[in-house]
Antibody, heavy 123, light 110 residues
Framework: QVHLQQWGAGLLKPSETLSLTCAVN????????WSWLRQPPGKGLEWIGE???????YFNPSLKSRLIMSLDTSKNEFSLTLSSVTAADTAFYYC?????????????????WGQGSLVTVSS | HSVLTQPPSASGTPGQRVTISCSGS????????VYWYQHIPGSAPQLLIS???QRPSGVPDRFSGSQSGTSASLAISGLRSEDEADYFC???????????FGVGTKLTVL
């Protein structure tokens, strides 16, 4: 059973940088995209972006300018960095694995998720 | 606001059939398959329906999905108390070049 365990700072001040890491307990990164999503309290899910082990990425255009995603195959970890955070970035953040063809984004779906972590941005 | 439109809530009594709608546009539901997830707060979302109407292994046949034009729907028959959860639809949007979601529908079993 694949298990995703995520961690990172839970309380940030405006203008600081959000950093989260997700560790995958088994298997290979190869053949999948690895994604970050978030859900502001009381609102719907928002896709942040996804990355595969070849370094190919898809980013939410509204976040792209502040976003870095990386993947460390030696540690079976992938990470999210979001700079210049504001209160609007307050949300539950999830990491997840995408199953499906690497060449067609619309045919990939989330099959495993991390437990989620609340990130609050407040002065 | 969410790109895909879902009713915020739905309800039914045990044994009833409930349908949850997901409305989009030609660039998302009209062009790409829809996936439905069940999310019980405190746990990870679970895939219920893949590619509009396919049930992954382990998902009861009480759950079914359909898609027509720019809309999709999830039907739950023989409603049970353990079906009480949030349900959201998801797909890819070719114009936004992004994965998009519905806001989620909170299902209450009365």
């Amino acid at each position: 059973q694949v298990h995703l365990q995520q961690w990172g700072a839970g309380l940030l001040k405006p203008s600081e940088t959000l950093s989260l890491t997700c560790a995958v307990n088994l298997g290979s990164f190869s053949g999948y995209y690895w994604s970050w999503l978030r859900q502001p309290p009381g609102k719907g899910l928002e896709w942040i972006g996804e990355i595969n082990d070849s370094g190919n990425t898809y980013f939410n255009p509204s976040l792209k300018s502040r976003l870095i995603m990386s993947l460390d195959t030696s540690k079976n970890e992938f990470s999210l960095t979001l700079s210049s955070v504001t209160a609007a970035d307050t949300a539950f953040y999830y990491c997840a694995r995408l199953q499906g063809p690497l060449t067609v984004a619309g045919l990939r779906y989330f099959d495993y998720w991390g437990q989620g972590s609340l990130v609050t941005v407040s002065s | 606001h969410s790109v895909l439109t879902q009713p915020p809530s739905a309800s039914g009594t045990p044994g009833q059939r409930v349908t949850i709608s997901c409305s989009g546009s030609s660039s998302n539901i009209g062009s790409n398959p829809v996936y439905w997830y069940q999310h019980i707060p405190g746990s990870a979302p679970q895939l219920l329906i893949s590619r509009n109407n396919q049930r992954p292994s382990g998902v009861p046949d009480r759950f079914s999905g359909s898609q027509s034009g720019t809309s999709a729907s999830l039907a739950i028959s023989g409603l049970r108390s353990e079906d009480e959860a949030d349900y959201f639809c998801a797909t890819w949007d070719d114009s936004l070049n992004s994965r998009v979601f519905g806001v989620g529908t909170k299902l209450t079993v009365l």
